[in-house]
């Protein structure tokens, strides 16, 4: 296929830049320029994604203290019994590259797997030419094993690193250990000869260049090369199993391609995942690239499935281990978190300003703060509605109306993450009173100024299936305090407002002025509709306070808004906030008929919701 369009622009920023070839000759100006262009390309404001913990330390190495970074993350998939331990070698030609460069990867892969990440800082050529870089290798996966002796070791790497892992594999297989789990290889470097055609198809232009590699080669074996540096044609039988991702557009592709092909001849478990359309690198450049992100992302995932096969026996007395709490995105002085019980949004902070009334992490929040609602919002008049000659029953609150959908506890996991970008997702399958299996999926993307969430719908049963959404942010922008909504200003996109009894409707319909001004005593709990759009087609409410300016802006498959002040909330939560909600229908809908979506199988929607800020 052709390569990613999200590359060349940044291929020919490197260009231009005078970054590319990464490599003229001095090892030492080169290493700092390398250096410089990976920490430049994350971009003004960087944050890093968090992990629970972050230790740089020294163990033992061949040549005295040997400096290792430890990332440990409450986030992700657990494979086996135990979390796994990862030893990473970073990439960079043997030359190039140390812990810093390669932060952003060890961090992710942290959080996906939910791993405890050893990122090594071996010696580089041409200072220090094999067997060193590999011999600091091998001890620090000696280290992990001694400091973790009951979780699954994995020995992993990018590149050059992923060479080193293959080395380091071999090593352990006829040096009497320690055991690995598994090998995680992205595009391995593996071939000193540099013969297969890759490396001329792609020899310029990609990132990494043919010179490059000449280059790194020369400086890495300058004696010539061994079983452990080109393992190519030599006994592979024995290794543990592996996952081989490879890139489209990258000199080493066919390297790892026939890795991944002489393993399987020998007898090993390995799965091998080509990168369509993508260049050498990827695991680094998800910012540049959202298929560089999905597809680190599967990669990631095939790893944590093959480190739960068969021959890792459970314990008599096991039990079922849970989805993480939450998801982070931090850019700029913004953060979200992500709640994975229900796939909503649990808080919004921009400095020390909580722009949304959220909630603790494990609190189980009133009045479905940030909650996503589907497969109906809002209210449903006791749990009844019919469909296409079937009546229909679902179960009540103690006010006698179905509340706000079913996906409000529902655990969802994490789909695909970028530093500025999550996905949660989960199905939700059919049940009494809804017969209807559909797919759920919401994007979360953050920029320093404003949050973007598209919640996307697929109908994966075999009717047709009718369906609602509704999501339920609560903006804040003054105190905490009882009352503090007062002091807001407020202006609503609507001109027409549904008369509601107890959140549902009567029948009625009355004209709404949306310029609200200061809300006072003011009670608000109003579906409105036929929203004003602007020339975009996007309708913007405006909420301004003591802490700032907030607008959100619905597209156009978001006809409905609800507005709420909070009156009915326990004390200590009541009008302290305005929820602001972006629904796709009124309350009881599903009973009414009104603005409902219908899909039929494997049909699609999807609708956009933004909010940004200002602070006073």
Known sequence: MPIDPHFPPFLQRLVDLGATPLVRGDAAVDRERYRALSLARRGEGYRPEPVADVEDRTVAGPAGDLAVRVYRSGLGRVGGQARPVVVWLHGGGWAVGDLDTHDPVCRAVANRLGAIVVAVDYRLAPEHPHPAPLDDSVAAVRWAAERWPAAPLVVAGDSAGAGLAVGVALRCRDEGGPVLAAQLLAYPGLDPTMAMPSVEENATGLFLEKSDMRQFWDWYLPDGGDRWTAPLGTDLTGLPPAVVA?????????????????????????????????????????????????????????????????????????WPTTEPLGAWLERGTARVAVDLRGGGLRRLAVGDWDVLDGYPTGEVPKGRRGGLLLPWPNRLRGGRWSWRG?????????????????????PFGVLARTQDTVTVGTVLEPRPGYPFRLAVAVDYRLDPDRLTVTVRVRNAGTHDAPFGVGMHPYLHVGSEDDGAVGAATLQVPARTRLDLDGGLPTGGRHAFDGAVGTIGDRALDDALTDLVRDDDGWARVRLA??????????????????????DTLPEGQRRRSLA?????????????????????????????????WRPA
């Open 246 to 318: 490879t890139a489209e557009f990258d000199p080493l592709r066919d390297e790892g391609d026939t890795y991944a092909v002489e393993l399987a001849a020998a007898g090993v478990h390995v799965v091998h995942l080509p990168g369509p359309g993508l260049v050498h690198g990827y695991f680094g450049l998800t910012e540049i690239a959202p298929a560089a992100a999905v597809r680190r992302a599967e990669v990631l995932d095939v790893l944590a499935d093959l480190l739960g096969m068969p021959g890792v026996v459970p314990e008599d007395a096991a």
């Open 390 to 410: 079937a009546d229909l029953q679902l179960d009540t609150a103690a006010g006698g109306a179905a509340m706000h959908g079913l996906l409000s506890w529902q």
């Open 545 to 566: 306070g003591p802490a700032g300016e907030l607008e959100l802006a619905v597209d156009g498959q978001w006809p409905w808004l609800q507005v709420y002040t909070g």
């Open 580 to 612: 602001v909600e972006p629904m796709t229908c009124p309350p009881n809908a599903l009973a009414d008929g009104a603005d409902l979506v219908v899909l039929a199988p494997e049909e699609t929607w999807s609708g956009s919701w933004t909010l940004s």
